[in-house]
């Protein structure tokens, strides 16, 4: 049976987990049957639409795409364009094509774009009457001269509505005061006529009022969830028409102007809040901690600082963490970094009592030590993600038992601990196993006939004296030792062989493989200058399944310490070998090139910048032999490797490469600093 040979239904799952522009530019075009299908409407559900793919599809291309997809088409998303990468981006050709009088977009009910031209708002929303979902730039929002809002009462069952940040400075196209007061009008306004608001998220508003938010909240009683991002116009009064029971579970309030009190005020009336942040409120002390402890019972993430905003440092002590330790059982998720006031024994006692956290991030809290990390091991057996970067004090008796002891852990930061060192995770040798469990009962079966045997033989020689001299004692234990011996020969060899037959199904045949091992998929050991090889072989051997490390600035290790790291950790898509620091440098050599290129065959990021000992030869070794698609970013004092003919002309796998280098400046005179994008096809340069 071929694989042409499956149902469409089949087919249609496999090709829901291949990326759009992959079923577009490439699956597409193998035969009519998978064009047909790459066309489905089941397909098409969601759409990320980006300014390559823009480029790439002439108009009717495109129209003629949209007419086959569009009934299944829900989400329209522009994520380059939100992410500062694409600022250039006009909409025209996608808005026009929507507008078509042969698309059918009615199930459209998630639109995701930063500005729309002028012209296009009323048509688009008058076509797309379905819409529940929208989120747009503060730019556009503030500078449509109130034509936004306006077009937006038109959508009364719109169930969220999102404000995030504009990729423009908008410092440089704001008008005078009086344009405050308008915006501020026309949103309240809008509020008004959208009663079905649920989800509201207004960021980068610095110019919102108290008097436009208690408007929300008054129109939208069911709304469940709010975010305002660097409105720092919102204080206490902007909250005071909260209902007395408001059906609010999300609230973030990240750099307003929030104190203790308002923060009472809103736990009380909000009693089912599970979400919350205040990062960034300068006035939120432990006593906000202690009023959502008394007043929000189920309470299970919370943020008190965000290492996005730096120059915030937390007020939060020893004291809130003892509050949540004493009333919020149901904790998951706690991110309190930069808390200056917060030691091991709060953190210890948080531990003890909210078993049940999945998320920490304390980074930057320097009194943090190996004490933390060790009851986090005994304690918090669910934890997945684990932030520690900048806990200066850490070390690898910390380490090692978090890692061994927590197995559900995903992600570990450890950057800039420059005392991390002995990593040990050989602890994992010594966890049993369902398949030694199987071997250890298998044993024990084994071994009840000859006990029954001889549990009948002494019935039988009591029975015939006859017997008992023909059979002394002597003899039957002889006869039962030497069966007992086989029996752990037997069983020592079936476990021998299964062990054999494990190792030999694992791909990497230099590096021992552990019966288990760490599911980490996301290591950061970035600036910790005492890693060595031996810790990057802890690493390679009991984390085989890590997809992105970053060994930055770990100036210790050498070619060796890369080639275990390459042979374990076959699957990694990103790694970081970079140097870090304009002083020290690296001590990698081509060697490390070779090694990368030859194992990591899933590889998309690799960073080898400030690596002085690797050379042109080694680089162009590298972009022949690796996977591809691939970025690569290095610093080379070799004019040379500008021109990309002469990175394309060299045989090898990659023959067929096309190279494309972006040079993102040069500093000291002489020294380049590139991306390499190596690829060979127009749906790899759109990955």
Known sequence: MEILDLPEEVLLLIFSYVPLYNLFFSVQRTCLAWRDLCFHHSLWGTVHYSQQIDEKLTEEELLSVLKSVSRGLQHLVFEKAFQHRETDFSFLKILKCILHQD????NISSLKIPSIPNGYL??????????????????????????????MKKLPHLKEFKITESSKCIETFAEPAFHQNRFNEMLADMFSCLLELEVVHIASVNKLYDSTLCALIDACKNMKELAL??????????????????????????????????MEHICRSCPGLRNVSFAGCMYVTDISIKHLCTHCPNLESLCVSDPEIFYHKSNITDGGLDYLSQNSHALRSLTMCNSAQISDLGLDQLARSCSNLMQLDVSGCLSVSDNTLQVLAQHCHH???????ECV???GKGINPLVTSCKWLKTLNVANCPFVQNLNFEAFDQIETPYDRYLKGKKELSNCPDKLNDDNSRVTLAADPELVEENNPENSTQTCDNTNHKTDEKSELDRSRARANFLSALTCSSIPSPKVHSELRFLNLGLCSK??????????????????LDIKGCFNTTDLGISYIARGCQGLKLLNISSGSMIQKMCLTDQSLVSIATHCKGLRQLFIEKNPLMSLDGYKNLFDHCSLPCTVSLTTKSPEILKTDILSMDSGVNSCKRVNVFCRGCYKGNIYHLDVLLYNSDGHILE
């Open 229 to 262: 991002y660097g409105c720092d116009g919102i204080s206490n009064a902007g909250f005071q028409s909260l209902p007395e029971k408001s059906g609010i579970t999300s609230l973030h309030l990240n750099s307003t102007s929030v104190n203790d009190k308002g």
């Open 122 to 151: 009323e048509p688009l929303v008058d076509k797309c009457s379905g819409l529940s979902s929208i989120e747009v730039s503060y730019y556009y929002a503030y500078c449509s001269n109130g034509e936004f809002f306006v077009t």
């Open 393 to 395: 004090h850490l070390t």
């Open 103 to 106: 698309v059918d977009v009615s």
């Open 383 to 389: 934890l997945q993600t684990v932030n520690f970067s």
């Open 531 to 548: 890693v060595t090889d031996h810790c990057l072989r802890q690493i390679a051997m009991y984390c085989p399944d890590l997809r992105e």
